[in-house]
Nanobody, 116 residues
Framework: QVQLVESGGGLVQAGGSLRLSCAAS????????MGWYRQSPGKQRELIAGITSGGGTYYAVSAKGRFTISRDNAKNTMYLQMNSLKPDDTAVYFC??????????WGRGTQVTVSS
């Protein structure tokens, strides 16, 4: 059974940083592209960053230059380093496969709240 567990969220002031983690189990992590998605209240879930099995990366415009996605295949874990956070980054952050998420793989996510 595939399980994705997000962690590392919290409350931070604008301009601050957070590092999110996604721990995967039940999946051949190293051969899968993985991505970070987020959902704000009243908005659809959106892809913000992705990393291929080969280490290639994708960033949404909103994340480019501020967020860095990485992975450690030995630990079956993916990360998202978020710098220069803005109130608009407030959302629940999820991980899933990239470039196409799998509906049955959504976890609980981790809440990120950025205060102004």
């Amino acid at each position: 059974q595939v399980q994705l567990v997000e962690s590392g969220g919290g409350l931070v002031q604008a301009g601050g940083s957070l590092r999110l983690s996604c721990a995967a189990s039940g999946i051949r992590f190293s051969i899968n592209g993985m991505g970070w998605y987020r959902q704000s209240p009243g908005k659809q879930r959106e892809l913000i960053a992705g990393i291929t099995s080969g280490g290639g990366t994708y960033y949404a415009v909103s994340a480019k230059g501020r967020f860095t996605i990485s992975r450690d295949n030995a630990k079956n874990t993916m990360y998202l380093q978020m710098n220069s956070l803005k109130p608009d980054d407030t959302a629940v952050y999820f991980c899933n496969k990239f470039p196409q998420e799998v509906v049955t793989m959504w976890g609980r996510g981790t809440q990120v709240t950025v205060s102004s």
